[in-house]
């Protein structure tokens, strides 16, 4: 089963309104996850690396103030597109780090997060 | 910024071929990782290879890591359908940084 899983899957919004999107670590505890951009047809684009307890580190290009990252606990990560417009519209994936760091801590994936704006 | 060019792009070929995708960067990484990715879902983890020279094989996937741990292949031996799928290359150091993705086509 799923060890990482998003909500919602699938969301469609108004343009100018905000969405959250949820990432939860479902049996272990995540100090560290990642959210992803992917446009249809292209690849996994890191925007942020969050981390609990503290701010988020945002990617080069990516807008901290439209994409809202709080990890208040060590199994939840929230991102918030704010005033949503139809080229955020894409497809939003999360990850979590297991364990407290290091490169032998294993990441596993959401499901990912089909944002429509329109 | 850590990039991970993949080639091909797009390939499609015929079931019971061989084929090769390359994933090259100018980085070093302390390992590679090769996920598939079906539309619609999160990538799901193929391998990962932390050594330099490192091959390792599932079933007719052959995963090779570059000596110098920049640069990545991956064989598909006897192509079936159920290979089609987008396959990422990923570099590991302290986050994961995606290749740009190689989608396979396998013709029945």
């Known amino acids: 089963g799923a060890v990482v899983s998003q909500h919602p899957s699938r969301v469609i919004c108004k343009s100018g309104t905000s969405v959250k999107i949820e990432c939860r670590s479902l049996?272990?505890?995540?100090?560290?996850m990642f959210w992803y951009r992917q446009f249809p047809k292209q690849s996994l684009m890191l925007m942020a690396t969050?981390?609990?307890?503290?701010?988020?580190?945002?990617e080069q290009g990516v807008e901290k103030d439209k994409f809202l990252i709080n990890h208040a606990s060590l199994t939840l990560s929230t991102l918030t597109v704010t005033s949503a417009h139809p080229e955020d519209s894409s497809f939003y994936i999360c990850?979590?780090?297991?364990?407290?760091?290091?490169?032998?801590?294993?990441?596993?994936f959401g499901e990912g997060s089909w944002l429509t704006v329109v | 910024t850590q990039l991970l060019e993949q080639s091909p792009q797009f390939l499609s070929i015929q079931e019971g071929e061989n084929l090769t995708v390359y994933c090259n960067s100018s980085?070093?990484?302390?390992?590679l990782q090769w996920y598939r990715q079906e539309p619609g879902e999160g990538p799901v983890l193929l391998v990962t290879?932390?050594?330099?020279?490192e091959v390792k094989k599932l079933k007719r996937l052959t995963f090779q890591f570059g000596d110098a741990r920049k640069d990545s292949s991956l064989h598909i031996t006897a192509a079936q359908p159920g290979d089609t799928g987008l396959y990422l290359c990923?570099?590991?150091?302290?986050?994961?940084?995606f290749g740009t993705g190689t989608r396979l086509t396998i013709i029945p």
């Open positions: 990923a570099g590991r150091n302290e986050k994961l940084t």
């Open positions: 980085s070093v990484f302390s390992s």
């Open positions: 969050s981390n609990e307890g503290s701010k988020a580190t945002y």
């Open positions: 990850s979590a780090r297991s364990g407290s760091g290091g490169l032998g801590n294993t990441i596993y």
């Open positions: 290879v932390v050594t330099g020279g």
């Open positions: 049996d272990f505890q995540a100090t560290t």
